[in-house]
């Protein structure tokens, strides 16, 4: 059965502190997405990644997180130094982009999301 | 930029009967998809339904159904014989059919089951 996995689950910490969440995308899948879900600002997209490269991040801010691909099968997304305002829930999700000639229709490809970790920042 | 609008953040329904949630959305493009997905509180994403823009014909997953205007640019969610477990939070969503594959999100409809 596959499926995202996601590490920690939740995590509590201090202002200031280093955050590192871990996302395992399916096996075979060629993208990859962090999102963040606040209850004021919903699910925002942060970055997302297409094999490894990174394709957008316009959605993170640039001076505290930072989001990486170290090989296929793990993407991380940091956060130095933590805020209360960082507390969400981030969510990790990996799909199959097929080749796209823009002649055609493109197969869909469906997002699947990992159980997401709820960050709260003290 | 493409946004998505659900203007009902809460609502209830009686088990066994039905509700619709209201979504709609703005995009200057003309082929894309549309999405619900389900967030129940264990928090895991789950997707109801997809339509795809080009298809006229709405699309229907078992008690769930939606009304797709495309020229009123609106996409509501029908859930018929509601069940205690559809009690969740209900995200309407856009996505482009262009190589940008990122998923725009509602702000949700919190929906409440009554027994």
């Known amino acids: 059965d596959a499926r995202v996995t996601q590490t920690p689950r939740d995590k509590v910490t201090e202002m200031g502190q280093e955050v590192t969440m871990r996302c395992q995308p399916i096996?075979?899948?060629?993208?990859v997405f962090w999102y963040r879900q606040t209850m004021m600002q919903g699910l925002e997209l942060l970055a997302y990644?297409?094999?490894?490269?990174?394709?957008?991040d316009s959605g993170m801010p640039k001076d505290r997180f930072s989001a990486e691909m170290p090989d296929a099968t793990l993407a991380t997304l940091k956060i130095q130094p933590s805020e209360p305002r960082d507390s969400a829930v981030y969510f990790c999700?990996?799909?199959?982009?097929?080749?796209?000639?823009?002649?055609?229709?493109?197969?869909?490809?469906?997002?699947?999301f990992g159980p997401g970790t709820r960050l709260t920042v003290l | 930029a493409q946004t998505v609008t659900q203007s009902q953040p809460e609502m209830s329904v009686q088990e066994a009967e039905t509700v619709t949630l209201s979504c709609t959305y703005d995009t200057s493009e003309s082929d894309y998809y549309l999405f619900w997905y389900k967030q129940p509180p264990s928090r895991q994403m789950i997707l109801v339904i997809r339509?795809?823009?080009?298809?006229?014909q709405n699309a229907t997953e078992n008690r769930f159904s939606v009304n797709f205007q495309k020229a009123a640019k609106s996409f509501s969610l029908k859930i018929s014989d509601s069940q205690l477990g559809d009690a969740a939070m209900y995200f309407c969503?856009?996505?482009?059919?262009?190589?940008?594959?990122?998923?725009?999100f509602g702000k949700g409809t919190r929906l409440h089951i009554l027994p």
């Open positions: 990644f297409r094999n490894r490269a990174p394709l957008d």
């Open positions: 096996l075979g899948h060629n993208t």
């Open positions: 999700a990996s799909g199959l982009a097929r080749p796209y000639s823009g002649r055609e229709k493109r197969t869909y490809n469906e997002q699947f």
């Open positions: 969503a856009y996505r482009t059919m262009n190589r940008d594959d990122k998923i725009i």
């Open positions: 339509q795809e823009a080009y298809k006229q």
